[in-house]
């Protein structure tokens, strides 16, 4: 009974865990963390939410078109705690000119997680990978 009873805890714990070590994919399965790019651009749109927030960057080509960037970032509390959001020191709001290093996506498509942000005023913050 005891085996039977101790079977059942350990399956039911084992169902539980691997839905949520599921739903937190890994940074190297959709960006390649051995490469960087950087963009410089307009930001469009700034959401800073949980699990990760998105900057959306409007870069422009040399031929006068631009190309819309998704540009993920670590969680709100981390970039809360770096001074972005609400009224802090590193607020991004769409407008702003920045540049931004980051590791691409591994599928081509303009989109990368960021690794640090160049502001206007030419502070850089670096991010750290979660």
Do not use: C
């Not at 998704?70 to 959001?85: D, E, K």
């Amino acid at each position: 009974m005891i085996k039977r009873t101790f079977g059942t805890v350990f399956s039911a714990g084992w169902f539980l865990a691997s839905g949520a070590l599921l739903a937190h994919h890994s940074l190297s399965a959709v960006y390649d963390i051995r490469a960087t790019g950087e963009v410089t651009g307009v930001v469009k749109k700034v959401e800073f939410v949980n699990p990760h927030g998105v900057m959306t960057v409007d870069v422009p080509s040399d031929e006068g078109e631009s190309t819309e960037w998704q540009l993920t970032t670590g969680s709100a509390n981390t970039l809360s705690s770096l001074g972005f959001g609400g009224d802090g020191p590193n607020t991004v709001i769409a407008g702003d000119v920045v540049t931004i290093t980051y590791f691409p996506a591994r599928n081509g498509t303009p989109l990368g997680f960021i690794r640090s942000i160049t502001l206007a005023d030419e502070r850089t913050i670096e991010f750290e990978v979660e």
